[in-house]
């Protein structure tokens, strides 16, 4: 039923049918499982697919380390709610990428073998709880500006779960947004930690939304195939316009010497970002990616019996 | 041994009740009744639900109408159809049909019929439901096959999602403040 | 309510410790989160801790409201600026999280005291405490539902699962002896009609457990005569084992920074 495969004996032309779906695209229509598209459609799919998946799982390990730490009560149920959504989100994207054919085995035998990439922002380390405040005001809003976008993805499984996502990302972002808010007026101490804050999170979020336009060798296929609909700098330019007025506002600063308002614009000029650490990041030399990697694959392995267990159970029971 | 791959079961969901049960995705688990309740910690973290099935994916006869067109130009063998479906009995049992009226969107239930097998049952349905214009795409399963929800597991199952308003951005109040601390300024 | 101080005090401390036992389970499941044998688990028990640190949130809201405490306020007190020294919860539920199936047996054991007591609890002649234990007892249904599957299939599973299941029973049992030794001045609590007996919650206990643990394959044989050395085992909710000052450090580290302010 799913992951239907391109009929090996196709009569019809291969280029009337691309020709086809990209008219399909250019008309709005949404492509579902089963419908012919051409492979490398499938492929950057799969691929995007996966990795939001995995960035879910993992992200949540810099979050749920605080849940223990939880200043009160509600902020320790909200973190729990936030970070069961988050398992949730991997599963819902799973569950799409399954849609092309992809298997769950081989995405997650891939991930913990650090062949798969997720968001680098999560090989980052959270070194108080102010990071958690700063993680859902920053990271998960440019989270909700991209997933936003993929929504009206032309691809029906995964525009369809990023809309159930975004629907429960603004909570995670408006409860982030609510403890900064919260420690931005509170004591010195705590106005402190917030800005030290927002000085380590800034650029790993800007970067959050990939290299420039100008080294996006991926944007232009998808952006024709509908996959896309905003380049990586202009989803990096509308969440720098919207943060940084607020955080000006909550009387805190943003790290960027080269930060300016254009008036005839209207945007916020900021500074050159540091494609160097980027890279390194990504490449998987970044302060935590070995210990996400360690903690995901202990889990695993530490697991295996209980799944055994499970598949056990459920023989016996045929 | 690669063991992450446990057995994918299609989740169907009914919001309120008379209203039809409809695909929301699949969850993965060992057994039935795991899935049942993994699909609710996926599916129902906050409201509305009021039955929740889950059916092994495998078991999920599908067409689109344009396979069926094909399929309808072509000489089958009997037998051939449901030759992909385990738990074929041969006997009259009761199976449930789903549609999509469109490419997009997701199966929705239509109704049920009795049948002996896949393929006749989704003739059955097409023929009592598919009304004036015939519908994108078909699924069908035996109701043998799912694993639902009780009305009495509503309280326990579903209910207390209500209970927690944190869960949904309302409950915080961010643009009030920040226009209160934007008002406040010089 | 016309109470003396013998018994409002004995009342404070019947309701501090079921608060107290939730807060604490609560916490020691959100350590699974992200390191669960499997995904779903991530999501299921990070549920079931949600709604446990819910519970402790309504008893000790209703804890302080019969001490004419703000229930806004108050509870984030009990629960951040006390000495480890001062928690009433059983020991069970301090122990370190062990492994899977010493975890979910932890979870099961709790559940099915929870679910029967609550039961009791709705007839309660204090109203605050029979409306909450209804609600929170259908809460309790759905966790009792999930770990009593997993007790099931980890006791019928495989043979590693199964030796590793009944290695948890072993170091539990005796602990959950604890669970239905009354707190100083139940009797008061108990004639005053705002609480139920520990002998009728071990009774009901006892006939939900142990066919349970039966069908599941684990040997109880020796266990169902609980361990008469009580110094180990048993003991006023004041006593501690050495987990529980690292656990609630851990806790209230944050908090403790900034006691006067909110976060």
């Not at chain 2, 009780?150 to 209910?159: A, G, K, N, R, T």
């Not at chain 3, 069970?92 to 009791?120: I, T």
């Amino acid at each position: 039923m799913y992951g239907a495969t391109v009929d090996p004996v196709e009569q019809v032309n291969e280029d009337e049918k691309l020709r086809e779906f990209e008219a399909r695209i250019g008309r709005g229509e949404k492509i579902e499982p089963g419908d012919w598209m051409p492979e490398e459609y499938r492929r950057q799919l799969i691929r995007m697919i996966s990795q939001h998946a995995h960035s879910e799982i993992v992200g949540m390990l810099p979050e749920g380390a605080w849940i223990t730490r939880a200043p009160s009560l509600r902020r320790k149920m909200i973190l729990l709610a936030k970070v069961q959504d988050e398992a949730g989100h991997g599963q819902y994207l799973y569950h799409a990428a399954e849609t092309l054919g992809a298997s769950r085995e081989e995405m997650l035998e891939a991930l913990l073998a650090g062949r798969a990439k997720y968001s680098s922002i999560f090989n980052y380390p959270t070194l108080n709880w102010t990071d958690v405040g700063v993680i859902g005001y920053l990271v998960d809003f440019a989270a909700i500006l991209n997933q936003t976008m993929l929504a009206r993805c032309s691809y029906g499984p995964y525009s369809r779960a990023m809309v159930r996502i975004c629907a429960e990302e603004n909570f995670h972002k408006k409860q982030g947004q609510d403890i900064v808010i919260q420690m931005a007026r509170g004591t010195p101490r705590q106005k402190a930690m917030v800005q030290d804050a927002i000085n380590r999170w800034w650029w790993p979020t800007l970067m959050m939304f990939g290299p420039n336009d100008s080294d996006s060798p991926n944007t232009p296929i998808l952006m024709r195939w509908g996959i896309k609909t905003r380049t990586n700098d202009q989803l990096r330019q509308a969440f720098v316009n919207q943060v940084v007025p607020e955080l000006h506002d909550l009387g805190l600063s943003v790290p960027d010497p080269d930060l300016s308002f254009d008036e005839t614009s209207g945007d916020w000029q900021f500074g050159e970002i540091d494609w160097d650490e980027f890279w390194r990041v990504v490449k998987g030399q970044g302060p935590c990616n070995k210990e996400r990697m360690e903690a995901r694959r202990s889990a695993h392995t530490d697991g295996a019996w209980v799944r055994e267990a499970l598949a056990a159970y459920a023989a016996r029971q045929r | 041994m690669n063991d992450t791959q446990l057995p994918r079961f299609q989740v169907f969901l009914q919001e309120q009740e008379g209203q039809p049960h409809q695909d929301v995705g699949s969850v993965h688990a060992s057994d039935a009744e795991m899935a049942l309740q993994n699909a609710r910690d996926v599916f129902v973290r906050r409201p509305e639900c009021t039955s929740l099935w889950v059916v092994p994916a495998e078991a999920i006869y599908s067409r689109t109408a344009e396979e069926l067109a094909k399929e309808g130009g072509e000489k089958k063998e009997a037998g051939g159809e449901g030759a992909e479906n385990p738990g074929l009995s041969g006997e009259t049992e009761i199976y449930c049909v789903f549609s999509k009226a469109k490419s997009a969107g997701t199966q929705t239930l239509v109704g049920e019929v009795q049948a002996t097998s896949p393929a006749e049952a989704l003739g059955e349905g097409i023929a009592r439901f598919a009304g004036g214009k015939a519908p994108f795409a078909w699924w069908v399963f035996p109701a043998r096959l799912i694993t639902r929800s009780q009305p009495q597991d509503i309280e326990s199952m579903f209910l207390p999602a209500l209970d927690k308003p944190f869960r949904l951005s309302t409950d915080f109040h961010t643009q009030t403040a920040m226009r209160e601390i934007r008002d406040r300024k010089p | 309510m016309d109470m003396d101080q013998a018994e409002k005090q004995a009342f404070e401390r019947y309701l501090l410790a079921m608060a107290d036992d939730e807060l604490i389970l609560g916490h020691r499941n959100s350590e699974w989160c992200g390191h669960a044998p499997l995904l779903e688990e991530d999501i299921a028990f990070a549920n079931i801790a949600l709604d446990e640190i819910g519970h402790a949130s309504t008893w000790y809201a209703i804890l302080s409201e019969f001490t004419g405490k703000d229930p806004e306020t108050h509870p984030d007190r009990l629960v951040y600026f006390r000495d480890a020294s001062d928690f009433h919860s059983a020991r069970l539920v301090e122990l370190p999280n062990g492994d899977w199936a010493f975890s979910m047996l932890r979870q099961y054991l709790f559940d099915a005291y929870e679910m029967v007591k609550l039961r009791e609890l709705e007839r309660s002649r204090y109203l605050p405490l029979a409306g909450a234990a209804a609600k929170i007892r259908k809460e309790e249904l759905y966790h009792y539902r999930h770990t009593s599957a997993w007790i099931k299939r980890l006791g019928l599973g495989t043979e590693e699962s199964h030796r590793r299941l009944q290695n948890a029973l072993a170091a539990l049992w005796p602990y959950t002896r604890q669970l239905f030794t009354p707190v100083a001045g139940e009797d008061l609590v108990v004639s005053s009609g705002f609480g139920s007996p520990s002998e009728v919650v071990e009774i009901a206990w006892r006939e939900q457990v142990v066919p349970l643990l039966e069908e599941s394959g684990l040997q109880l044989g020796h266990l169902s005569n609980l361990v008469p050395d009580v110094s180990r085992y048993d003991g006023s909710r004041d006593q501690h084992t050495p987990h529980l000052k690292v656990l609630v450090t851990e806790l209230q580290s944050v908090a403790r920074l900034e006691p006067d302010s909110s976060w």
